[in-house]
């Protein structure tokens, strides 16, 4: 079969490995279409430290059975299927607690085994028994069921942190994420969303997703302008989806008395956010860091796609071959892109 095989940072290939084999525990699974991650953009250009080279990434996946072993019971060729890529043990501290998305031996497709840069991947015993797959219903084109991944550490987030009816909303960065942070504190019953972002096509792209209102950051005071946008008193949720500490220093100056701020976006390794801590104190704000979701969130999230709640078309602004990713990932650089879905 085809792949795209990641030889270290900035050494991706397009070539032909061996399709897997599927065990009589396992699905095999030719896959449909692939969302192309700001993660897996990293990942291609400085590596990851759990990726060991050679490696198939990639991690927003969707396809159709092709094979399963004898003893598969749920799956037939032909399913159209919602792999979710983060797969828990279950019998961790952290599982056991509830924690799913803080597995102390989590796997994460794409990473510690095989993703879906590639004509066909295995969904070996454990991702069948412990991980999310869930049945694509067959008005849902593929291209739309991948925006579950992204839309599921969106939903964790909002869900944790309580986003609800009449907040006024601040995001910062208008990637595809903070673009799913827009649409779903809509539904959520923000009475209000700030985008803020530095690129002025990012910025008006927002407006599509619900954005109220619009805040160049490299061109005046993000944080002066939520003031006069919330008649000085703040937003109630300030979310920072950007990968700079400076995003993190203005989300705290621009969120209300007892506001939520919540770090969801990872900043470069090592780089360090100077806060001043008089600020959360005085306010009383709570200030809560995010990462992943757990398998119910991903369920849920998935749902709000299925059920057309959460319109996850608007999202996938380009559909590319995988052979073409040079060029998907310099249309999400550029910004030129939202969501670009690979087909292999
Ligand atoms: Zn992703
Ligand atoms: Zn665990």
Not at 13 to 20: A, C, F, G, I, T
Not at 118 to 129: D, G, Q, S, T, W
Not at 163 to 168: K, Q, S
Not at 290 to 310: D, E
């Amino acid at each position: 079969m085809k792949a795209m095989v990641l030889y270290g940072p900035k050494d991706i290939r397009y070539e032909e490995v061996d399709k897997p084999v599927c065990g009589d525990n396992d699905v095999l699974l030719q896959i449909k279409a692939i969302g192309l991650c700001g993660s897996d953009i990293r990942t291609i250009t400085y590596g990851h430290y759990k990726v060991k080279y050679p490696q198939i990434i990639g991690h927003e996946i969707t396809g159709q059975v092709a094979e399963t072993g004898k003893n598969v019971k749920k799956f037939k060729a032909g399913d159209r299927l919602y792999v979710s890529p983060v797969v828990p043990c279950h019998e961790c501290k952290a599982c056991r607690l509830g924690y799913e998305e803080l597995c102390e031996n989590l796997t994460v497709i794409g990473t510690e085994i095989q993703g879906d840069y590639a004509e066909y991947m295995l969904l070996e015993e454990k991702v069948l028994k412990n991980g999310v797959v869930l049945s694509i219903p067959d008005e849902l084109e593929y291209e739309q069921a991948v925006i579950t991944e992204p839309l599921s550490s969106v939903y964790a987030c909002q869900e944790n942190c309580s986003i609800t009816l009449g907040d006024t909303v601040a995001i910062i960065g208008m990637g595809p994420i903070g673009c799913l942070h827009t649409a779903l504190a809509k539904i959520r019953g923000a009475k209000a969303v700030i985008a803020i972002e530095q690129s002025e096509e990012r910025l008006n792209k927002s407006k599509e997703f619900g954005a109220d209102y619009l805040i160049n950051s490299s061109k005046e005071d993000p944080v002066a302008k939520v003031r006069e946008i919330t008649g000085g008193w703040g937003a109630e949720k300030v979310i920072s989806a950007c990968p700079s500490t400076d995003a993190q220093n203005q989300a705290i100056s621009m969120a209300c008395k007892k506001g939520t701020v919540i770090f969801f976006g990872g900043v470069p390794k090592g780089k360090l956010t100077n806060i001043d801590t008089n600020i959360i104190h005085y306010n009383t704000l709570t200030l809560i860091g995010h990462y992943g979701y757990s398998n119910l969130q991903a369920r849920k999230a998935f749902s709000l796609i299925t059920s057309g709640r959460l319109d996850a078309k608007k999202f996938v602004t380009h559909v590319l071959p995988l052979k073409e990713i040079e060029k998907a990932v310099e249309l999400t650089r550029s910004g030129e892109a939202i969501k670009v879905v690979l087909k292999p």
